[in-house]
C-alpha cells in the first residue's frame, strides 16, 4: 500500500522567504508523484508532477519539486514567497495500476507574513 | 471553455435525507472519481469510475452510492446511512489509464 507523510500541518514564512514543504512517500514500485494547491472553499489545481523523467520537476508559479529516491522524498520549494502563495498544499502519489488511483497526504498550510 | 462543474456550491442535508451532489465533466475524460475531504485528514477516495455503466468502491464508500450512465456525468449520492456527512466533497477526472487528476471546485454539504 502507498503512503504520503506531509511533515507540517502548518508552514509560516515571510514575504521573499525560501519556502519548503516536505512530502515523503512509500510505494513499492516507481511512483508517480504529484504536488496540488487548494484556495479556500476550491477545487484542488495541479501545481507540478513527477512522472520519472528529470527528477528536477519545475511547476506553476514559479514552484519546483525535486524526487529523491533514496529518500523516497518529494520536497517543494519556491525561492521567494508571495503572498499569493498562502494556501493548502497537498502531495500525492499515484499507483501504476490500471485505476490510476491517488493516494494523498493531509496537506499543509502555508502562510505568508508580509 | 473545458472543465469540470460540481453543483450545488453549499448543500444542506436533514436527518434521515438523501441527497445528490452533481460532477459533469466535459474534457472527454473517461475516468471519475469522488473524494471526501476533512480538516487535516488530506483527501480520501469514495468512489472512482474508469468507464461508463463500471464503478469501484474506494476506502470509505460506506453510506454513498454512484452511477455513471453517461461519460460526462458521475454524480454521488449521500444516503442517510452516511451518519456523518458534513465535509467538503471534490470530483475528478482523468483521461484512461493516465495518472493526472483534474478537480472540479467542489460541494460543502452541512448537516441541519
Known amino acids: 500500500a502507498q503512503s504520503v507523510t506531509q511533515l507540517g500541518s502548518h508552514v509560516s514564512v515571510s514575504e521573499g522567504a525560501l519556502v519548503l514543504l516536505r512530502c515523503n512517500y512509500s510505494?513499492?514500485?516507481?511512483?508517480?508523484l504529484f504536488w496540488y494547491v487548494q484556495y479556500p472553499n476550491q477545487g484542488l489545481q495541479l501545481l507540478l508532477k513527477y512522472t520519472s523523467a528529470a527528477t528536477l520537476v519545475k511547476g506553476i508559479n514559479g514552484f519546483e519539486a525535486e524526487f529523491k529516491k533514496s529518500e523516497t522524498s518529494f520536497h517543494l520549494t519556491k525561492p521567494s514567497a508571495h503572498m499569493s502563495d498562502a494556501a493548502e498544499y497537498f502531495c500525492?502519489?499515484?499507483?501504476?495500476?490500471?485505476?490510476?488511483?491517488?493516494?494523498f497526504g493531509s496537506g499543509t498550510q502555508l502562510t505568508v507574513l508580509p | 471553455d473545458g472543465g469540470i462543474t460540481q453543483s450545488p456550491k453549499y448543500l444542506f442535508r436533514k436527518e434521515g435525507q438523501n441527497v445528490t451532489l452533481s460532477c459533469e465533466q466535459n474534457l472527454n475524460h473517461d475516468a471519475m472519481y469522488w473524494y471526501r475531504q476533512d480538516p487535516g485528514q488530506g483527501l480520501r477516495l469514495i468512489y472512482y469510475?474508469?468507464?461508463?455503466?463500471?464503478?469501484q468502491k474506494g476506502d470509505i464508500a460506506e453510506g454513498y452510492s454512484v452511477s455513471r450512465e453517461k461519460k460526462e456525468s458521475f454524480p454521488l449520492t449521500v444516503t442517510s446511512a452516511q451518519k456523518n456527512p458534513t465535509a467538503f466533497y471534490l470530483c475528478?477526472?482523468?483521461?484512461?489509464?493516465?495518472?493526472?487528476?483534474?478537480f472540479g471546485p467542489g460541494t460543502r454539504l452541512l448537516v441541519l
Open positions: 475528478a477526472s482523468s483521461i484512461a489509464g493516465h495518472e493526472t487528476q483534474y
Open positions: 500525492a502519489v499515484g499507483d501504476s495500476g490500471s485505476a490510476r488511483q491517488l493516494t
Open positions: 469510475s474508469q468507464i461508463v455503466n463500471d464503478f
Open positions: 510505494s513499492s514500485v516507481p511512483p508517480y
